[in-house]
């Protein structure tokens, strides 16, 4: 079965860092591309990031390009997220999601980690 | 960024009725492969996203026969055949052609 897991959440200055962990389980981690979806409170769904499988190619929504950057570490079947230069707009829950093998939609999510930025 | 819109926003909805939802989007969701990446995920309150239905109508695994998607171009459609209880929550549109993938603000099914 398919578990996703995040963890890393917390309450964090503006301006401040923070990394989110993914951890997966239940199928090949390699195999799959994986994403990082937000949802500030009461709103939709924000895709920020995605990652092939192998790592080589990453991808960010315009709201976090170079202040966030994804990775992954396939010998521990986890994936990353460094959040930098945080801001108010950043508060979320952040949700890790598995990539659908053949592309265009994300499969199984995880239950979702809450990050807020607040002096 | 691709922008997707779904109306209604709201739908009350009696028990064993009918419900639909429609998406829109700004631009063309062909993808290179010749697929359609229009997918629907179902939300309920304090819970992750559920994944639906992929590439236009095609039901996850598990998904009861109810739900059906359709559309083509730039018009999609969930409908649900007979709404049950456990189908309130928000539903939410999803393109995955163009980076950044890009969802529809949601559309909350709720029971009259």
């Known amino acids: 079965e398919v578990h996703l897991v995040e963890s890393g959440g917390a309450l964090v200055q503006p301006g401040g860092s923070l990394r989110l962990s993914c951890a997966a389980s239940?199928?090949?981690?390699?195999?799959?591309?994986m994403h990082w979806v937000r949802q500030a409170p009461g709103k939709g769904l924000e895709s920020v990031s995605a990652?092939?499988?192998?790592?080589?190619?990453?991808y960010y929504a315009n709201s976090v390009k170079g202040r966030f950057t994804i990775s992954r570490d396939n010998s521990k079947n986890t994936l990353y997220l460094q959040m930098g230069s945080l801001r108010g707009e950043d508060m979320a829950v952040y949700y890790c999601?598995?990539?659908?093998?053949?592309?265009?939609?994300?499969?199984?999510w995880g239950q979702g980690t809450l990050v807020t930025v607040s002096s | 960024d691709v922008v997707m819109t779904q109306s209604p926003l709201s739908l009350p909805v009696t028990l064993g009725q009918p419900a639909s939802i429609s998406c829109r989007s700004s631009?063309?969701?062909?993808?290179?492969?010749?697929?359609?990446?229009l997918n629907w995920f179902h939300q309920r309150p304090g819970q992750s996203p559920r994944h639906l239905i992929y590439?236009?109508?095609n039901r996850d695994s598990g998904v009861p026969d109810r739900f059906s998607g359709s559309g083509s171009g730039t018009d999609f459609t969930l409908k649900i055949s007979r709404v049950e209880a456990e189908d309130v929550g928000v539903y939410y549109c999803?393109?995955?052609?163009?980076?950044?993938?890009?969802f529809g603000q949601g559309t909350k099914v709720e029971i009259k």
């Open positions: 999601a598995r990539e659908t093998i053949l592309g265009g939609s994300n499969d199984y």
């Open positions: 239940g199928f090949t981690f390699s195999s799959y591309s």
């Open positions: 990652i092939s499988g192998d790592g080589g190619n990453t």
């Open positions: 631009q063309s969701l062909v993808f290179s492969d010749g697929n359609i990446h």
């Open positions: 590439k236009v109508s």
């Open positions: 999803m393109q995955g052609t163009h980076w950044p993938w890009t």
